[in-house]
């Protein structure tokens, strides 16, 4: 994507924080996600906070999908290794298609400036009914890697692609 982005390049997305117990206002994940979509120019369409059990992930993040003006959704939150983190066995059975080179990407990312704690550490990434989906820790430095180096620079080609557009960027 250029450095100078028109409109019709903006996508819009959807940021959720999946927590039982924070609030917005302590969503340290979810503001580096907001700053860095706003940084490159994208929409914030809805920023949410939903309880991070199973059925109410499934539901909330089915709606997000289905929102005509969220052309791609990120989760942060859920996603680690306890035993009531389930967004990712919430969000996986939405997913029609996986993008497996993200979570490849997104630990070699991690591994470099984290360190071995990305063991533990659980993301998930697909198109849901034409719509990207990522679901990320809820780490701040690790959604910022994944955001900065990853998922911003990507959005707006995966919107267009998982749309039935034609992909003008050779890989």
Partial sequence: MSDSMDES????????????????????AGEAIVAAFEAAGHEIVTR?????????????????????????????????VEPRDATLEAVRPLIDKD?????DLFHAISYDEL?????????????????????LPNDREAVRIACESIIVPEAQRLAT?????????EV
């Fill in 115 to 135: 360190g071995t704690g990305v063991v533990s550490s659980r993301a998930l990434s697909g198109i849901a009914d034409g719509t990207p989906i990522f679901c």
């Fill in 99 to 103: 993008l497996p080179a993200f979570l």
């Fill in 9 to 28: 390049d903006a996508v819009g997305a959807a940021v959720v924080t999946i927590s039982s117990e924070s609030s917005l206002e302590e969503d340290g």
């Fill in 161 to 169: 692609l998982a749309n039935s557009g034609t992909d003008t960027d």
């Fill in 48 to 80: 949410e906070l939903i309880q991070r059990d199973y059925d109410n992930v499934q539901s909330n993040v089915s709606r997000l999908i289905d929102r005509d003006d969220a052309d791609i959704v990120v989760t942060v939150g859920g996603t680690g």
